[in-house]
């Protein structure tokens, strides 16, 4: 008897994540793309939480701007 993966999804097993945002992705994968390691989660979609592009974790509150008040 096969598992297929369609199936997985009924069986009382912990379900895959993806190892960068812990999000439910059975399909994710490293891809190489000009000369980068990229994490999806289906081969098409980008990890939001990919440190490739850019993502890096935010360790202190971001500054809050107060709007400047223009004199009439």
């Known amino acids: ?3 297929f993966p369609s199936c997985y999804d009924l ?6 994540v993806c190892p960068g945002c ?10 190489r793309a000009d000369d980068m ?7 098409d979609l980008i990890c939001p939480k990919d440190r490739t592009f850019g993502y890096t974790p ?11 008040e223009v004199a009439a």
């Open 1 to 3: 008897m096969s598992i």
């Open 37 to 43: 390691r990229i994490l999806t989660h289906d081969g």
């Open 11 to 16: 069986l009382d097993a912990v379900p895959p």
């Open 22 to 31: 812990e999000a439910y992705a059975p399909h994710w994968r490293w891809v």
């Open 58 to 68: 935010v360790s202190a509150p971001l500054p809050v701007v107060e709007p400047l």
